[in-house]
């Protein structure tokens, strides 16, 4: 079989496992954890006793729902996609290409980590690594799949 035909094979299962399984999931995970979260504010400012504090609970919900449904719905994906492209293409070319995986893992988690440890928003921290950690075995599946069709 033509090498080249060999690596697109190994591309292709690492994208399509990466969207079908990582990207449904985390999807999934991020609207519980949304729905979770809005629950318990609906719960706390029905408890609420002083009127000030109703009215920053019901203002930190509006945020929350403005960060959910507002969520970018194409960035991802795509970001998804050159993710793959870029753990497949360091791990089956790069000599020691792997020492590239965790540079990008902590660009990533610097840039979101503010706003993690002011809001302690542990759902997301999670989901964001277990994702993470599913995109590289999406990766390790397109590898795979190179070296044994090779």
Sequence with gaps: MNKLLIYLMGYIVSIVFSYCVVRQLQQKLYEKAYKTKLK???YLIGKEAD?????????YRKSI????????????PILGICEQILYVSAL???????GFIPVWLGIKTAGIWP?????KDRISYNTFVLGNALSLVSALIGVATIKALI
Aim: without cysteine; negative net charge; hydrophobic residues 30%.
């Design 65 to 76: 729902e403005i960060i959910y449904l507002g969520r970018d719905k194409i960035l991802p």
């Design 92 to 98: 089956t070319f790069v000599p020691h290409g792997a």
């Design 115 to 119: 706003e993690w440890s002011k809001n």
């Design 51 to 59: 009127e000030e504090q109703k009215v920053k609970q019901r203002e």
């Design 40 to 42: 318990n504010l609906d």
